[in-house]
């Protein structure tokens, strides 16, 4: 310690032995020395007692002694079975320092000595106070298989807690304190949709144990989709998240919560996702009342727009969700959806991009007739849905759950296609390395149907692809093994 003293020291040291040197020196010739100032002017000017806000720049600090007990850590504990001697520990050295505990030091719980080990896994988070019965929100990934939970207070009072109920598609989790006391501080629920772009946002968690951090950015964008779920609709921030902030609250400069610090990108500097809180409010009754979620579903599997599908579909522009599949048996057979009909509104509302559909399927509760908007032949219908129980997490029957076109190839034809006939079915052979169906269609792929028409010889293929208007794309059904999807190529003209 005393060595590292000296090293911080020494620089400052440095500089007031050279100002003795020159002192000296200038005394040696007989230059005058200046009296000394009185001891009342080398005084420092007392501090204010709380520092002034400049005009204009938000008063953070006020902000976070108003917000922060409402902040709570959460930590978790799970207990992993290994098996006598096995040395592999298969959570990582992270299980092994230090999370590991018992009286062996090796992680064994009394009790166990003939069989396997048990060995208790740690995990962190942060989460907030919505009520004054002892409900905290965090996330669902945080929780995910605890045995133990823990919440700790901002004042350092510390309860066992239990889940009353997730959401994992939303990836949000509700918490009751065991033993809750009556002087819980609240956290105030905001409104992320009159949030903007640009806005300041404050952030406090529990990065990496180091409980009570406050970290401040702006909202960098919203309605990002990052592959999370069908649900993704993010608000992007560069207030700084790491490990550990998962769970936490996004403050607006009102102190309400406009997000769930949820996400970060781990190629990114200052990149976090949160999961906006007025998607929160919707599912948070009855995840209290009830433990769980539920949703509506209309049973098609859609894929993502693009301007040469709407060109081929007589779309004036790329909107919507373009239906690749309908489920048997599924509300939307029933009333009549079919494959290659685009859904451009529901309940009269504007479907902007194929993965909104789902966020907007989704608050119907079951049994909920909804009207749906599709584009069908260039014309424009209504079509009234008696909505199903979107079914578990493990289920099969997901709603709307978006796919994003794309692929890749090798053959000749307008398409660029090399096709053959194989039980009356046509088979692509080949896709020209620098044709128009390049990116879009493999070898293998089974063309079901040319502008929604079926074909199942590779004659037939010919004649529809002739016969197709040339002043846009030509809308193929291709079959790439269970799975069949819309694409649109542009012929070649030479």
């Given at each position: 310690m005393a060595n590292m003293t000296a090293r911080k020291l020494s620089p400052a040291l440095l500089v007031l032995a050279f100002g003795a040197a020159g002192c000296h020196s200038a005394a040696a010739a007989g230059a005058p020395i200046a009296a000394t100032p009185p001891a009342e002017s080398l005084q420092t000017p007392a501090p204010f007692a709380t520092p002034p806000v400049l005009p204009g720049t938000p008063d953070i600090a006020t902000l976070v002694a108003k917000v922060k007990p409402s902040v709570v850590n959460i930590t978790t504990v799970q207990e992993v079975k290994n098996p006598r001697g096995d040395l592999g520990f298969p959570g990582g050295f992270e299980e092994l320092f230090p999370f590991f505990h018992g009286p062996n030091g090796h992680g064994r719980m009394p009790g166990n000595e003939g069989g396997d080990e048990v060995l208790k896994r740690q995990a962190l988070g942060s989460g907030f106070l919505v009520d004054s019965d002892g409900h905290v929100v965090t996330n669902a990934h945080v929780i995910d298989g605890a045995d133990t939970v823990k919440v700790k207070l901002a004042d350092d009072r510390e309860y066992r807690a239990k889940v009353v109920?997730?959401?994992?598609?939303?990836?949000?989790?509700?918490?009751k304190l065991e033993n809750a006391p009556h002087d819980l501080p609240v956290a105030a629920l905001g409104a992320s949709d009159a949030m903007r772009v640009g806005e300041y946002v404050v952030a406090i968690g529990n990065p990496f144990g180091l409980g009570n951090t406050v970290t401040m950015g702006i909202v960098s964008a919203k309605g990002r989709t990052i592959g999370a779920g069908p649900y993704d609709d993010f608000i992007q921030t560069d207030a700084s998240i790491n490990p550990g902030n998962s769970g936490g609250p996004l403050f607006n400069l009102r102190g309400q919560v406009v997000g769930i610090n949820t996400a970060i990108n781990p190629q990114g500097k200052g990149i976090g996702f949160a999961i906006p809180i007025d998607a929160v409010k919707m599912v948070l009754p009855q995840l209290i009342a009830s433990g769980h979620v539920s949703r509506g579903r209309l049973g098609v599997v859609i894929q993502g727009m693009d301007e040469d599908l709407a060109r081929a579909l007589g779309m004036d522009r790329a909107h919507g969700a373009l239906v690749e599949q309908v489920e048997p048996g599924s509300p939307a057979e029933r009333a009549g959806i079919k494959s290659g009909d685009v859904i451009v509104a529901i309940d009269g509302q504007d479907v902007p991009h194929s993965e909104d559909l789902p966020r907007m399927v989704a608050p119907h509760k079951p049994g909920t007739h909804t009207h749906v908007t599709i584009l069908r032949d260039k014309q424009t219908q209504v079509i009234e849905v008696a909505l199903a129980p979107l079914e578990d997490q493990d289920g099969h029957g997901s709603t709307s759950q978006p796919r994003e076109p794309g692929a890749e190839q090798s053959g000749s034809s307008p398409l660029g296609l090399g096709v053959a006939d194989e039980n009356g079915r046509v088979v692509v052979e080949r896709v020209a390395p620098d044709g128009p169906a390049q990116g879009?269609?493999?070898?293998?792929?089974?063309?079901?149907?040319?502008?929604?028409?079926?074909?199942?010889?590779?004659?037939?293929?010919?004649?529809?692809?002739?016969?197709?208007?040339?002043?846009?794309?030509?809308?193929?059904?291709?079959?790439?093994?269970?799975?069949?999807?819309?694409?649109?190529?542009?012929r070649r003209t030479h």
């Open positions: 109920g997730k959401d994992e598609r939303l990836d949000v989790a509700v918490l879009k269609v493999h070898a293998g792929d089974v063309i079901e149907s040319v502008n929604q028409q079926p074909v199942t010889t590779t004659s037939d293929l010919t004649a529809k692809v002739r016969a197709a208007p040339g002043d846009r794309p030509v809308l193929l059904r291709v079959k790439r093994g269970d799975q069949s999807r819309y694409v649109a190529i542009e």
